[in-house]
C-alpha cells in the first residue's frame, strides 16, 4: 500500500497535468525614480514576441501582463516625459508570477530633442543618487551563473576588480583585505552574512546565509560610493529583501548535497495588497566529508530570513524584516601521539557562531516628490571558541578562549525630494549604539597559561549624518556632491567625507564618468579594548581612511552588448600598524590576527591602483558571456618608511563566464541550461619561511622583514552547473549540478610545521564543492 501511495504522488507532481503550452503572469510597479511616487498611463509591453502582450499602468503605477510564455523576455517600459527602460533576461517560469519593480528616469526637455534612447537597466545601479562606481546585482544572476552557488558574495568575484578563494567567500575589492566590505540590509549595516564568518578570513565566511529564494536585487559598489554609505573602505553590499507575492500563495521545496531548504510567500489576506515572505535551510556538511577538509562532518549550520510588507491607504509603507543563523564546528585531537603530523592534529576546538538582524521599515510619500524612510533594526553577532591543545605529555591545556557578542541597535532616517527636473537631494542621519560584551583569552606564547587580552562589557555609539544631491543639468550631463560626517563616541574621533561624481553622456549609448569619495572605516571593536598591564593601550584607534578615484567609460554596442573600462587608484592612510615592523592592518586576514595584544599606532598608509575592464553580452538569443580583467598592483607602508606588497596583491585577475539555454519539451517549455565560469588569477602572496628559527622551534616563522615577498604560482578554476527546469501547469520542477572548482585548484591556507617530516610546508586543500539539487516550486 505504501508504495502505491508514493506511485500516486510521484504521478501527481510530475506527470498529472496538461501538456500544453504552459503561461504565467508577469506584473509589477512602475515608479518615479527619484521621488519613488507611482508613475500611471506607462506602456509595459514584451519585446519580440507575436500576438503583441502589451498594459498601460493604472493611477497607482500597477501593471499586469497575463499569459506570457514560460522562458526568457524582455519588457520595456514607456512613458512620455520619462526616459524609455529595457528590462532585460526575465525568466517565466510556469510556477510562480513575476513581480518587478521598474524605475524610470525624467527626461529633460530640450530644444530640438527628437530621439528617445532605450535605457537598459542592468548596468546602473538601483539607488538612484549613485551615478558611478556601482552596478546592479540581479538575484537570477546569483541562481544562474556558475560558481555562484546561490551566494551573492561568490557571484560577485567575477566581477572586475574582485578576487576570492574557494574555501571562502571573502571577497577583495581592488586589493583591498575583505574586511574592509560593508555588508548592507534594508538600509542597515549589518554583521557579516555568511556561516562560520570572520574565523579563517575576516570579512569572508564559507557559505551565504541569504537564499537567491529571498533576496530582491542589489547594487554592489567598488569604490567612490554615494554620501549616504558610511563605515565602509573598499565597497558597499547593498542588499535588498524582496517583497512576497500578495496576489498568490507560491512554495519552494529544495534538497540537496549541502542541506534543505523550504521558502513560502504568500498575501495575508484575499483583497489586501500585503504579504508575506520567509525562507529556512538546515545543511550538513557530512556528506562531502570525503572531498573537505578533516573534521567537516562535524560541521552544520542553520539559517532563516523573512520579509513582512504591510502598505496602508494613508499611513505609508511598513515592512519588517529579519535574517538569522546559527553555525558549529569542531575538531577533536588525535590522543595517539605518534600521529600527530601537525599541530592541529593536537588540538580540540568547538566553535558556535550566531548572527541576526530584525528591522521595521517605514515608508511614506509626503507629495508627489519627495518621501521619507525610517527604519528601527536590531542586529546581533556572537563567536564562542574554544580552543585545547595536547602537550608532550598527551594532556589537554588550554590554548585560546573567544567569547564575543555584539549588539547594536539601529536609528536611520531619511529625507529625498526631488526639487525640479534638475535637482534631487538625499538627506539623512544614523544613529548606531554598539553594545558589547568581549572577552578573549590566549596561551599561544605561554604554553597552558591563559593570559587575559579583551576582559569588556559596555556601550558606545557611532553618529553619521549625510546629504547628497544630484544635478542633472541636461539629458548628458549629470553631478551628484555630498558629504558624510561620522563620530566615535568611544574616542572622540570623527570623520568629514566630501563625494562628487560626474556623468557626461556625450553620445546616446557612450558615457564617461569621474568620482571621487573620502571613506572610513571603524577596526572591530576588540581592538580597541585590548589590554596589557591593566591598561586598553589601543582605546584610542583612529578611523581607517581612504581617498579613492576612479574614471570611468561606459558604451553600450547595440542592444546586448556593454563595455565598461574603470582605471582607479585609491590612497589609504591612518592605517593601525605595529610601531617599527611590517605588520599592518591592511593585511588583516583571521586566525591568530584574533590575539593581538600590542599597542598599535595609525601611521600606516597604503596605495591601490589599476583598471577593470568588463565586456558583456546580455542574455539574447538564449546565450551570454562576460569576459572580466582587472590588473592591478596593491601596497602599504608602515613605521618602517618601506613599500611592501600587501597580502591581496595578486597583480591580475581574468574571468570568463558564459552560458547557453535550450527550449525542450513537447511544446519547448522546459529549459536546460549550461554554464561555466573560468579564472586565471595571481596566486597567493606569503612571507618566506625563516628554515632554522622555524626548526628550533617547531613551528612556522616567517621572515617578516620581508612581507608578501613570495608568490605561489597563478590559479586557474572552474566551476560548471547544468540544470533542467521542467515547467508544468501551476508547478515546475529543477534538477541542477553544480560544482565549485572542478580543476581541482588546491586553496592556500598558510604554512606549517610536519613534525613527522621535521619540515614547514604549505597547507593547500583542494575544496571541490559538488551539490546536486533537486526543486519544487508550486
Same mark, same amino acid.
Given at each position: 500500500m505504501k508504495k502505491i501511495c508514493i506511485a500516486i504522488l510521484l504521478n501527481t507532481l510530475f506527470f498529472n497535468f496538461s501538456h500544453g503550452q504552459s503561461y504565467q503572469t508577469v506584473k509589477g510597479t512602475v515608479t518615479e525614480k527619484n521621488s519613488g511616487t507611482p508613475v500611471p498611463y506607462a506602456t509595459v509591453m514584451l519585446l519580440n514576441i507575436t500576438p503583441v502582450i502589451g498594459a498601460t499602468t493604472d493611477t497607482a503605477g500597477r501593471f499586469s501582463l497575463p499569459n506570457v510564455p514560460v522562458g526568457r523576455h524582455n519588457i520595456e517600459v514607456r512613458c512620455l516625459g520619462y526616459e524609455t527602460v529595457t528590462v532585460k533576461e526575465i525568466l517565466v517560469s510556469s510556477?510562480?508570477?513575476?513581480?518587478?519593480?521598474i524605475r524610470l528616469q525624467e527626461t529633460l526637455m530640450e530644444l530640438g530633442e527628437i530621439t528617445v534612447k532605450p535605457s537598459i537597466n542592468k548596468t546602473q545601479p538601483l539607488n538612484s543618487m549613485a551615478i558611478a562606481g556601482g552596478r546592479m546585482l540581479s538575484v537570477e544572476e546569483a541562481s544562474r551563473y556558475a560558481g555562484g552557488m546561490d551566494d551573492p558574495a561568490r557571484l560577485v568575484s567575477s566581477f572586475a576588480g574582485v578576487t576570492a578563494n574557494v574555501g571562502n567567500n571573502g571577497i577583495a575589492i581592488r586589493g583591498n583585505a575583505p574586511k574592509f566590505l560593508q555588508w548592507r540590509m534594508e538600509d542597515v549595516e549589518i554583521p557579516n552574512p555568511n556561516h562560520f564568518a570572520d574565523v579563517t578570513s575576516f570579512g569572508g565566511g564559507g557559505l551565504t546565509a541569504l537564499s537567491s529564494l529571498v533576496l530582491g536585487n542589489s547594487d554592489f559598489f567598488t569604490g567612490a560610493f554615494p554620501a549616504e554609505y558610511n563605515n565602509a573602505l573598499s565597497g558597499v553590499f547593498d542588499m535588498y529583501l524582496r517583497n512576497g507575492n500578495n496576489t498568490r500563495h507560491e512554495h519552494t521545496a529544495q534538497i540537496s548535497f549541502l542541506g534543505i531548504e523550504a521558502a513560502s510567500e504568500g498575501p495575508f489576506t484575499k483583497g489586501y495588497d500585503g504579504s508575506y515572505l520567509f525562507n529556512y535551510r538546515y545543511s550538513t556538511l557530512a556528506l562531502l566529508s570525503p572531498l573537505q577538509p578533516e573534521d567537516a562532518d562535524g560541521t552544520d549550520y542553520q539559517d532563516l530570513s523573512f520579509k513582512l510588507f504591510f502598505p496602508t491607504r494613508k499611513a505609508g509603507i511598513f515592512s519588517a524584516w529579519g535574517m538569522g543563523l546559527i553555525d558549529h564546528s569542531g575538531t577533536i585531537a588525535e590522543k595517539d601521539k605518534s600521529k600527530w603530523q601537525y599541530e592541529q592534529d593536537m588540538e580540540n576546538q568547538d566553535v558556535k557562531q550566531y548572527a541576526g538582524a530584525l528591522g521595521v521599515n517605514h515608508k511614506i510619500n509626503i507629495d508627489k516628490t519627495s518621501f521619507l524612510k525610517t527604519t528601527i533594526a536590531l542586529t546581533v553577532s556572537g563567536l564562542d571558541m574554544?580552543?585545547?591543545?595536547?602537550?608532550?605529555?598527551?594532556?589537554?591545556?588550554?590554548?585560546?578562549?573567544?567569547?564575543?557578542?555584539n549588539w547594536n541597535f539601529v536609528l536611520s532616517s531619511a529625507f529625498q525630494k526631488r526639487y525640479s527636473e534638475h535637482h534631487t537631494n538625499k538627506t539623512g542621519f544614523r544613529i548606531t549604539g554598539l553594545k558589547y560584551d568581549m572577552f578573549m583569552q590566549d596561551a599561544q606564547k605561554t604554553r597552558g597559561e591563559l593570559q587575559t587580552l579583551t576582559d569588556e562589557s559596555g556601550f558606545s555609539s557611532l553618529l553619521t549624518a549625510y546629504s547628497s544631491s544630484t544635478f542633472r543639468f541636461t539629458n548628458q550631463w549629470s553631478v551628484n556632491v555630498g558629504i558624510n560626517a561620522q563620530y566615535f563616541t568611544l574616542n572622540g574621533n570623527y570623520t568629514i567625507e566630501p563625494r562628487v561624481s560626474l556623468k557626461c553622456q556625450f553620445m546616446p549609448n557612450q558615457a564617461y564618468s569621474l568620482a571621487y569619495g573620502m571613506h572610513s572605516r571603524l577596526e572591530m571593536l576588540n581592538y580597541y579594548f585590548t589590554e596589557k598591564e591593566g591598561e586598553k593601550i589601543n582605546k584610542d584607534l583612529d578611523f581607517t581612511k581612504a581617498h579613492h578615484l576612479s574614471l570611468g567609460y561606459d558604451w553600450n554596442i547595440g542592444e546586448n552588448k556593454h563595455l565598461k573600462i574603470e582605471p582607479y587608484i585609491q590612497y589609504l592612510y591612518d592605517v593601525p600598524v605595529l610601531p617599527d615592523s611590517t605588520y599592518s592592518f591592511i593585511n588583516l586576514q583571521g586566525n591568530d590576527d584574533w590575539f593581538l595584544s600590542e599597542r598599535l599606532i595609525n601611521t600606516g598608509k597604503g596605495l591601490n591602483y589599476g583598471i577593470d575592464i568588463t565586456f558583456e553580452k546580455y542574455? +539574447?538569443?538564449?546565450?551570454?558571456y562576460m569576459i572580466t580583467a582587472s590588473i592591478f598592483n596593491s601596497r602599504y607602508k608602515t613605521t618602517r618608511g618601506e613599500w611592501y606588497n600587501t597580502r591581496y596583491n595578486r597583480n591580475f585577475a581574468l574571468n570568463l563566464l558564459a552560458g547557453k539555454e535550450w527550449m525542450l519539451g513537447e511544446n519547448n517549455q522546459n529549459i536546460l541550461g549550461i554554464n561555466a565560469r573560468a579564472t586565471f588569477q595571481g596566486g597567493d602572496r606569503y612571507s618566506p619561511i625563516n628554515e632554522i628559527v622555524s626548526l628550533k622551534q617547531q613551528d612556522a616563522i616567517h621572515?617578516?622583514?620581508?612581507?608578501? +615577498?613570495?608568490?605561489?604560482?597563478?590559479?586557474?578554476?572552474g566551476h560548471l552547473t547544468i540544470s533542467y527546469k521542467i515547467n508544468k501547469k501551476k508547478v515546475s520542477h529543477e534538477v541542477a549540478a553544480k560544482v565549485l572548482n572542478i580543476t581541482g585548484y588546491k586553496d592556500y591556507y598558510g604554512h606549517r610545521y610536519n613534525y613527522i617530516t621535521r619540515q614547514v610546508e604549505a597547507e593547500r586543500e583542494a575544496n571541490i564543492i559538488p551539490n546536486i539539487s533537486y526543486k519544487i516550486e508550486f
Open positions: 510556477s510562480k508570477e513575476i513581480i518587478l519593480d574554544h580552543t585545547e591543545r595536547m602537550n608532550e605529555h598527551v594532556l589537554l591545556v588550554p590554548k585560546n578562549v573567544i567569547k564575543n557578542t542574455m +539574447s538569443r538564449r546565450d551570454y621572515d617578516e622583514s620581508k612581507p608578501y +615577498s613570495k608568490k605561489l604560482a597563478p590559479v586557474l578554476l
